[in-house]
């Protein structure tokens, strides 16, 4: 079973304002999530089996990535492959040498940036994102530690203002605010759910 806690906070949520903690727990071998069953999901099986098969040549990875995590037809070849691999980036258990080349082939993509960042646990990071993808003014960025180069969460920044007068205050911002923080805070196998490393 994979633990996994997190730290989420949220502009444009105004019932729950602030940092709040969150809980899960997957089945690692999870047969609702296995051979195409749910769609793009995978069991942490499934990926770990993907990332220990991977070529050594990076535009076939991609390739096996965008298969992986198939488009809808409403994204670039790489914005989707930037898609595929960042979710694999965030595989939980991950073979290290399966992880090495999904970095790898994440460098290779066309575009993509790398910033120095700061997460909602204040814990320094490197935001990596690609200009041009996200969801309508926000830009996701993918965050890593600088030390272990191991996913740390995620964050939605604000690409434009958005100061419209009869909007709630959690659906007006300024260009540069990080309307949606995810921080992980702890990762593990456990030996069962409500089970704590």
Do not use: C
């Amino acid at each position: 079973m994979g633990y996994i806690k997190d730290a989420v906070a949220s502009a444009t949520d105004q019932e729950q304002p602030g940092l709040r903690e969150r809980e899960s727990w997957t089945r690692y071998a999870d047969p609702t999530l296995e051979k195409g069953r749910a769609g793009d999901d995978h069991s942490p099986r499934e990926q770990y089996r993907f990332l220990t098969i991977l070529p050594r040549d990076l535009n076939e990875v991609k390739k096996k990535a965008r298969a992986f995590y198939p488009g809808d037809g409403h994204e670039s070849r790489t914005q989707h492959g930037f898609r595929a691999l960042k979710a694999l980036a965030r595989a939980y258990p991950a073979p290290p040498e399966g992880l090495a080349t999904v970095y790898r082939a994440l460098a290779t993509i066309p575009g993509i940036k790398a910033a120095r960042a700061t997460d909602a646990l204040k814990r320094d990071a490197i935001a990596i994102y690609l200009p041009g993808s996200g969801q309508g003014d926000l830009r996701e960025e993918f965050l890593i530690d600088p030390q272990t180069y191991i996913y740390t969460g995620s964050r939605w920044i604000a690409q434009a203002d958005r100061q419209v007068l009869d909007a709630n205050p959690g659906d007006r911002w300024r260009k540069g605010d990080v309307i949606i923080d995810d921080s992980v805070k702890d990762v593990a196998l456990v030996g069962g759910r409500n089970e704590r490393p």
